[in-house]
């Protein structure tokens, strides 16, 4: 893999890094607020926190053995700061009221799409290998990020047939 290509890829998953962190940030958030929840938020929170540990293992696999991987698919920084940046937003307006308490149906909904922008953007194409570490990794996060999306929905959908 040529240098260029590599500082790519690593930037790449530090920037995806990032939205983990923002996204666990927002569950701790959610957890402060909808307290008789706080089990369930919390336990997304120590999965994406989880998430950044496998994504500091899958870059030191890539910088480790540079010749089974192959850059595969370009991501736009900016969108995905972008997507930071609302989650972020979205954080401070849980913590400071301006998504009302009673409100646990709204939030829901706004963490299902988070996880789904998440599934959607597709980064584990970000490289082509055949590593089996490096996939096993991919493919835990991406389970992970599925099964967030859908207890979320399990809990949107009790939510709203008990409202």
């Known amino acids: 893999m040529n240098p260029a290509d590599l500082a790519s890829i690593l930037d790449t998953l530090k920037i995806i890094n990032r939205l983990e962190l923002a996204l666990a940030e927002f569950y701790g958030a959610c957890g402060e ?19 950044i540990q496998n994504l500091a ?6 910088v ?14 900016v969108a ?20 009302p308490k009673p409100d646990l149906s709204h939030v829901l909904a ?3 799409d988070m996880e ?8 584990v194409e970000i490289v082509k290998t055949g590593d089996v570490e490096y996939l096993t990794i991919v493919r835990k ?12 929905v399990a809990q949107l959908t009790a939510k709203t047939k008990g409202d």
Do not use: C
């Open 141 to 152: 996060i991406l389970a992970d990020t599925v099964a967030h999306k859908n207890r979320i």
């Open 64 to 77: 480790q053995r540079q010749a089974q991987f192959e850059r595969n698919r370009s991501f736009n920084i």
């Open 110 to 112: 706004i963490a299902r």
């Open 116 to 123: 789904q922008s998440v599934l959607e953007s597709k980064f």
């Open 33 to 51: 607020v909808w307290e008789a929840e706080k089990p369930f938020w919390l336990s997304l929170k120590q999965e994406e926190l989880h998430h």
């Open 80 to 99: 995905i700061q972008t997507f930071i940046s609302y989650v972020e937003t979205t954080t401070q307006r849980a913590r400071t009221g301006q998504i």
């Open 57 to 62: 293992k899958m870059a030191n696999i890539i």
